[in-house]
């Protein structure tokens, strides 16, 4: 088993350019994968739902960036992650990986 740090990144599609993120992680070359997931519907400090359904169609869905890696990769990756995003949009916790 490896010890690993998960982390989450909430955006928003239409606002916060996600690319961004996923390119300067892929730039920097030390995270082993990025997944980007982009919601049907959710909320956020505005408290206005954002939904993919045809009759309410919203150009800010939620997305969510998910990455893992050793403890260290992540916590230098993390320390120079608010200059991209906000600090408030991102959650960590430890989790294992492999058998």
Do not use: C
Request: without cysteine; charged residues 25%; glycine residues 6%.
């Amino acid at each position: 088993m490896q010890e690993i740090t998960m982390v989450r990144v909430y955006l928003s599609e239409g606002r916060d350019h996600f690319e961004r993120l996923v390119n300067w992680l892929h730039d920097d070359g030390r995270v082993q994968g990025v997944s980007v997931f982009r919601a049907i519907e959710g909320f956020g400090h505005d408290r206005r739902i954002k939904t993919s359904s045809l009759m309410d169609l919203s150009l800010e869905l939620p997305v969510v960036v998910e990455f893992f890696d050793t403890p260290e990769v992540v916590k230098e990756i993390l320390e120079q992650m608010p200059s991209i995003v906000k600090i408030d949009h991102i959650v960590s916790w430890p989790a294992q990986t492999g058998i």
